[in-house]
């Protein structure tokens, strides 16, 4: 009994979409290893790196992870990396392993320093950031969150020493600034008096002692007895 000829065709076809999408996810992967000088970096934690990941740098792929290890004496995971032999690094570089996306993978960043120094093969990069999860990520937006708001006039705040009201905080300049922004002056330092605060009264002009006034003199005579003489 011969084959169907419709079968024959739908297996060579499915046979040929599955040869295009592993060249394809070969090629996007970029599963081929660099040949390049081995240079390692040291992690407290690798965070799902996988062996064949890229280094990249500026989003640029430079290099391949070849193996990961852990060190017996500080219990760290020692990344192995190859890098192309036309990148050459500071010594000052900084490593990081970052996620591609939500749902992409992950990978080892650089970050070139300035030094005029590189690194030689063998080397061992210095500068590491760890692999920070979504997760953590998550529970340090909630963490901040829930955290409670300072009371009124902490950390100079909007209130003053007795919480009653505004006072000054502190300036740049090394004075104090009052609620209206006028500058007090510097903190130890006598101050000044503003051109707008109001004078003192002034006192009024001390006269000198009057003498006592004489008491007016009663002109006015006193009347006369009357006479005892009878009628002549």
Partial sequence: MGRNPIETIMGALVLLVAAVFLAFA?????LRQVRGYALTAEFLRAGGLDTGGDVRIAGIPVGT????????ETYEAVVEMSILDSVQLPVDTRAAITSDGLLGGTYVKLVPGQASETLEPGDSIRHTNDYQSLEDLVGEIIFLATQPPPPPGAHGGPSGPSGSGPGPGPDPTGGLLDPSGILLGAPGAP??????AA???EAPPLEPPQDPVDAPEDTAEPPE???LDGPT
């Fill in 199 to 201: 004078e003192p009264p």
């Fill in 65 to 72: 992870v070849i193996g990961q290890r852990l060190d017996p």
């Fill in 26 to 30: 070969y090629t996007t992967a970029d």
């Fill in 191 to 196: 101050r000044e008096p503003s051109e707008d």
């Fill in 225 to 227: 007895a009357p006479s």
